[in-house]
């Protein structure tokens, strides 16, 4: 079994919705037959018994491939991955298929799909295979990788309210929606948030003092610089003491309740480890932990230091292990509780107690393992959201907003949140950034909280689901200009737009990225910008191919046409109906109060409307044809021309757009232009652009270079007609043919070379059909053969052109520029040229010098 071609496929794609590794693998004529392998699947299933609750008992694995898929699937899930989604398919190679299987993270996904291979390995030869460890070590990478709980609570509510998001490291840093609408945070922590207010949270006597000066309670303190100086400041305040860092978090460095020198010793030498040290009054009472979200309490807990309660027969070690071997505590943040350490500040502790760790305790006796109730050191809580009395709320607030948090958790230490703090000598003891949500999310005791949720909600109005409007355009010709004119009517409705396709990627206008940027990379990146109020996106097969789409869903999929020319034979799509079902992954995403814009005359184009969530508008110059008709008398959206002008009716109500006034069209005279600008205002259309706007952008747009390039680009050169395009495969052609056959030529030439990647009968049929519309052909050979040998493209060029009906002049020159030199040279006045550029932008510049030139010396 041989395995290729790993790809990482992060967003929707040809098969599913769901991120996914694909991979192609070749079996021989033996494992495509598992029954034809004696014994294997014994082994497999003895080397990893877990194979068999996903084994498919309707459908069992009958290749190696196939086992594959189901053994990567399940060493996944056995790690606690949340993956369900998996398939195998065969191609038109024989015995090679694609399998894809779901991934929650990516690396997991390769690590699963690499040792599922191994697995398969050992099965096969009779060797060792140990599935222990193999999901030990998936289960520690996705740990590793995985958003921690709080991060991972607020992603889940942005999801559940529609709100896209996007990991921009491996770390808590996300962002969520798109464009002008994004926010971002770093784990609980908000973008609005600024560096000095984290600074001053991080600062705990600032913070005292703030507090104080806002009139909020809290305990009496000073920093100190020794050991000595700690002992002098404790004796000043009075015992019992609180010694913790003056720059910490989450607990690290704290000891609580010191009343001996021994005690504050031990104390100040962990605090001094974090940082600079401060001692302040210890307050008595329980621990809580109070979360400001904004200006409102949205979760409180009473956390309680971490504790073992004795049996009269193990020790102290033993019931610490005991405890710890709880799932729900581990040793980082991926857990509701965190292991109880016995260390130094735990032995003292004790010690204070009378214990050691290896004392046993009387039965039922509570023996505290430190005085400090952070859940990082293993402490426990209990949800108290519905006891906290509006005065103690009123405190927290103001706490947070005095040092200007947005999202705060306050410590305050009282005998009860019932009652108001100063009437119990209660009072805040600490204010902190990026507070961590496990104790609100999943407490110990009582009710868990979904304080994503209010962040969530504080971050985004209700009904504000983050999208910027996106249009994705996808087909076999027409994509580039009319993914250029929809950017354009945005544009010109006062929305700042940015724009990708096969010449670069835009925002506002400006290039941010150049070459081919119609894969979700470069959409991707469009969608970060924070200038974008709007992304009009050319979406290639190649893309969605290699890693799937750059978004989770469009507001409008705008489907052109399907062609028989569009890379068949690449990556095991050989059909036309291929190609659709790849093409319509757009229309698929496209969101439940959507659009699909599609092409009523392209029959397999039509058939897509069943794929879309959302709705559809159909487009077509015949308004008579049968889907127009039929989903007019539904009143449902359509496009199409009547007389001279395009029309988008619904119903009874009617918007009429004369051709004249939409230079792109030429008057009408460029069908295929007339096509593109229909699909265009179908697109501007159901994105909610207003005609007014839309009938500006449709009259200052126009298929010159500076516009279009390469995209029926018309010129003058000495009275001759010259048109260069980037058409390449026969449909283009056709289409190219029916537009220079509506302008008036005496002699009409085409300058022609054909892409290496295609198959030797769309090579053929381009000249084909301009061997019927052309007098003079001129042929050259690209820059790049991609995969062909020297002067093979040109020779299946010529072989087309052996029957042609017009063509009597055919040359061969070497070199793009040399081979638009020589028809330039050739032509007369009244004389039509067309110019199929390879390399767009160096073609057109080439051939503006030629006519700059001509003008000069004429």
Same mark, same amino acid.
């Given at each position: ?25 070749r079996?021989?004529?033996e ?43 399940a ?6 991955c ?6 195998s398919?065969?191609?038109v190679?024989p ?42 070590r998936l ?5 590793d ?6 991060t !991972? $609570?607020?992603?889940?509510a942005?999801v559940?309210r *529609?709100?896209? %998001? /996007?990991? =921009?490291?491996? @770390? ?5 929606g ?19 207010a ?5 600062d ?26 700690a ?14 860092p003056?720059?910490?978090n989450q ?8 009343v ?7 104390a ?6 974090? !940082? $600079? ?7 008595? *009472?329980a621990? %809580? /932990?109070? =979360?400001?979200? @904004?200006?409102?309490l ?6 309680d230091?971490?504790l073992v ?6 020790t102290?070690q ?14 980082g943040h991926?857990?509701?509780l ?9 032995i ?6 009378g ?12 023996v505290?393992l ?29 706490a ?6 947005h ?12 009652r ?9 003891v600490?204010v ?19 304080v994503?949720?209010?962040i969530i ?14 249009v ?5 010709n ?12 945005m544009?010109?409705?006062g ?9 670069g990627?835009y ?6 990225d ?11 990146n469009v ?7 709007a992304?009009?996106?050319e ?12 978004f ?15 890379h068949l034979g690449?990556?095991?799509?050989s ?12 229309v ?27 709705q ?6 015949d ?25 988008a009716?619904?119903g ?7 051709l ?10 460029i ?29 200052s747009?126009?298929s010159?270079?500076g516009?279009t390039p390469g ?7 000495r ?5 260069a ?7 283009a052609m ?7 056959e509506a302008?008036?030529?005496?002699r ?7 892409a ?5 009968k769309d ?6 059909i301009?061997?019927?519309?052309f ?10 053969q991609r995969?062909?040998?020297d ?11 052996k029957?042609a ?31 199929l ?10 051939l ?7 003008a000069?010396?004429a």
């Open positions: 079994m041989d395995v290729s071609r790993i790809r990482a496929l992060r967003g929707p794609n040809l098969w599913s919705r769901n991120t996914a590794i694909e991979a192609i693998v079996c021989s004529e494992e495509s037959q598992i029954g034809q392998l004696p014994g294997f699947e014994a082994r497999l299933r003895m080397l990893f018994p877990a194979i068999g609750e996903h084994w498919p008992i309707d459908s069992p694995p009958q290749n190696l491939a196939q086992v594959l898929e189901v053994a990567a699937l060493l996944q899930a056995q790690a606690g949340p993956v369900t989604y998996s398939r398919t065969a191609t190679e015995g090679t298929h694609q399998v894809v299987v779901e991934y929650s993270e990516e690396e997991v996904g390769r690590q699963a799909l690499a040792l599922a291979q191994e697995l398969i390995r050992a099965a096969a030869d009779g060797g060792a295979f140990d599935a222990v460890a193999a999901v030990s289960r520690d990478i996705d740990e990788l995985r958003l921690g709980p709080s !991972g $609570s607020i992603v889940n942005a559940a *529609g709100i896209p %998001y /996007r990991r =921009l490291t491996q @770390g808590s840093l996300v962002q969520f798109w464009g002008s609408k994004q926010r971002r945070i770093q784990a609980a922590e908000v973008d609005t948030t600024s560096a000095v984290e600074s001053i949270a991080q705990k006597d600032l913070t005292k003092t703030l507090l104080l000066a806002a009139g909020v309670p809290v305990p009496i303190g000073r920093p100190v610089s020794d050991a000595d100086d002992w002098a400041a404790a004796q000043q305040i009075g015992l019992p003491v609180v010694v913790k003056q720059d910490g607990g690290k460095g704290v000891t609580v309740n010191v001996t020198r021994e005690q504050l010793d031990a100040f030498k962990a605090a001094d480890e974090i !940082g $600079s040290v401060m001692v302040e009054k210890y307050l008595p *009472g621990d %809580y /932990r109070l =979360l400001v979200v @904004g200006k409102k949205v979760a409180a807990a009473r956390r230091p971490p309660i004795g049996d009269g027969r193990s102290v033993a019931l610490v292990e005991r405890v710890n071997a709880d799932p729900k505590r581990g040793d991926a857990t509701p965190t292991k109880i350490r016995i260390d130094d500040i735990a003292a502790s004790l010690r204070s107690q214990l050691a760790p290896d004392s046993v305790p009387l039965k039922g006796q509570r505290l430190r005085n400090n109730a952070n859940l990082s050191t293993g402490g426990s809580a209990t949800d108290v959201t519905d006891d906290v009395h509006r005065d103690v709320a009123a405190r927290a607030v103001a947070a907003q005095m040092v200007g948090l999202i705060c958790g306050v410590d305050v230490v009282c005998e009860s949140v019932l108001p703090l100063e009437e119990q000598s209660g009072g805040v600490e902190n950034a990026a507070p961590g949500l496990r104790m609100h999310l999943s407490p110990s005791y009582g009710k868990g909280r979904n994503g949720e209010a909600g504080h971050l985004y109005a209700p009904g504000d689901d983050g999208r910027v409007p996106t994705a355009v996808t087909g076999t027409g994509k580039t200009t009319v993914t250029r004119l929809i950017a354009h009517l544009a010109t409705s929305l700042r737009v940015g724009m990708t396709n096969t010449d990627a925002v506002q206008g400006r290039q941010i150049s070459g081919d940027c119609s894969g979700p990379r470069s959409a991707r969608l970060a910008h924070p200038d974008v109020d992304a009009v996106f979406t290639a097969r190649g893309g969605i191919l290699r890693e799937g789409l750059g989770d869903r469009c507001a409008v999929a705008v489907v052109t046409n399907l062609g028989e020319g569009d690449l990556n095991f799509i059909t036309v109906d291929d190609l659709a079902v790849l093409k319509r992954v757009i698929r995403n496209v969101a439940p109060n959507g659009y699909a814009v599609l092409n009523a005359a392209d029959p397999i184009v039509a058939a897509m409307s069943v794929a879309c969530p959302g559809v508008c159909y487009f077509a110059a308004r008579h044809h049968p889907v127009m008709a039929a989903h007019r008398a539904q009143g449902r959206r359509v496009v199409y021309v009547e007389g001279n002008a395009i029309v009716a619904q009874s109500w009617r918007e009429r757009l004369p004249a006034e939409i230079p792109l069209t030429r008057g009408g005279s069908g295929f232009q007339v096509e593109n600008a229909m699909a265009a205002v179908g697109a501007g259309w159901c994105a909610g652009l207003d005609w007014d706007a839309m009938r500006r952008g449709l009259e747009f126009d010159d270079a516009t995209r029926f680009n018309v010129m003058d050169y009275g001759a007609t010259v048109i395009d980037y058409g390449h495969n026969p449909d056709r289409a190219l043919v029916r537009a220079v302008m008036p030529a005496q009409r030439s085409v300058v022609i070379s054909g290496g990647d295609r198959r030797d090579l053929r049929d381009q000249t084909v301009l061997g019927a519309a007098d003079d052909v001129i042929l050259y050979q690209d820059a790049a995969g062909r040998a002067g093979e493209v040109l020779a299946l060029l010529r072989d087309g052109l029957d009906a017009r063509t009597r002049c055919i040359d061969e020159v070497r070199g793009e520029f040399a081979a638009i030199d020589t028809a330039l040279q050739r032509l007369q006045p009244g004389d039509l040229c067309l110019v550029v390879d390399q767009v932008q160096e073609a057109l510049e080439h503006q010098r030629r006519i700059e030139a001509a000069v010396a």
